[in-house]
């Protein structure tokens, strides 16, 4: 081989190692950083992944807030109206927080069934629903033959 196309060769070869090495951990740093959305029927089906950090979402189920009276933390179900998941929450709620209203909660689903979450997400004004939520809520209506009840889907967190 000619010395000029081996040096060629070399540094092309560097090249792609160089750009393989950089999509490799971009794709690493990246994959840490997502956070997927589950109903409480795809929790309750063992779909969502145990403890991997997730974003859970429906209503929160009437009667079903139980607050620890010596801490901040709060326990309550999640509903798609199908299923129920139960969260653990460790801190303050949003203002709008109340059973009857869409949340979303972030954090990690344990092996025993409950959701531990780290963040809690409550619908910022009477008419809006998070797109998530509103979607589960419609195909667990549609799965009873219930007519379903979401509303707008017009903003975001």
């Known amino acids: 081989m000619h ?13 792609l190692a160089g750009v393989a090495v950089a999509v490799g951990l971009t794709t690493y740093a990246l994959r840490q950083n997502i956070n997927l959305f589950y109903d409480p ?12 950090r997730i974003r859970a979402g429906g209503m929160v189920e009437e009667g079903s807030v139980a607050r ?5 933390k709060v326990v309550f179900n999640v509903t798609d109206f199908n299923q129920s998941v139960t969260v653990e929450y460790t801190g303050i ?5 109340a059973e009857g209203q869409g949340v979303v909660a972030m954090g990690r689903l344990q092996p025993d069934g409950r959701f531990v979450a ?5 619908k910022h ?27 707008t889907k017009d903003a975001s967190y």
């Open 3 to 15: 010395p000029i196309r081996k040096k060629r060769l070399t540094i092309v070869l560097f090249l």
């Open 118 to 122: 780290d963040q809690v997400l409550a």
């Open 125 to 151: 004004d009477e008419n809006y629903m998070p797109p998530e939520v509103s979607d589960a809520l419609e195909k667990a209506s549609a799965a009873n033959g219930k007519p379903a009840t979401t509303q």
């Open 41 to 52: 029927t795809q929790i309750a089906a063992g779909e969502a992944p145990v403890d991997v």
């Open 68 to 72: 620890d009276p010596e801490s901040l």
């Open 93 to 97: 709620l949003p203002d709008l927080f």
